[in-house]
């Protein structure tokens, strides 16, 4: 089982303060329709050759639409370069924008 935050976890440890990198693994086109603010996009595509963009001083929440490529691109990270520092955003941006940030747009 890959390693998980839920969306009311994650707005809580952005509420206190906590030092998260947010990565968003959607394609270009998606993120320009809405994100989360700071987050970083690294499409799904570019992970193979921009995983040293991660932080590894922090926890890395990767995002997608509704977790399935940020699930893939975190397996991916853990197993071919031993990263640990890794959550998937259960049910991605989707259940983020219904169960915490009705302003942030759903597709």
């Avoid at 030092?19 to 799904?44: A, F, G």
């Avoid at 040293?52 to 995002?63: C, F, G, Q, Y």
Wanted: charged share 20%.
């Amino acid at each position: 089982m890959l390693p998980d935050i839920t969306p009311e976890d994650l707005h809580a440890r952005l509420q206190h303060g906590e030092t998260l990198q947010l990565l968003d693994v959607r394609e270009p086109m998606e993120y320009d329709y809405c994100h989360l603010p700071n987050s970083q996009l690294i499409p799904l595509g570019e992970i193979t050759r921009r995983w040293e963009e991660l932080a590894t001083d922090r926890p890395v929440v990767l995002i997608c639409h509704h977790g399935v490529r940020s699930a893939q691109a975190l397996a991916f990270l853990q197993h071919r370069h031993g990263l640990t520092n890794l959550l998937n955003l259960r049910g991605g941006i989707h259940a983020w924008s219904v169960r915490v940030d009705p302003s942030v747009a759903v597709y």
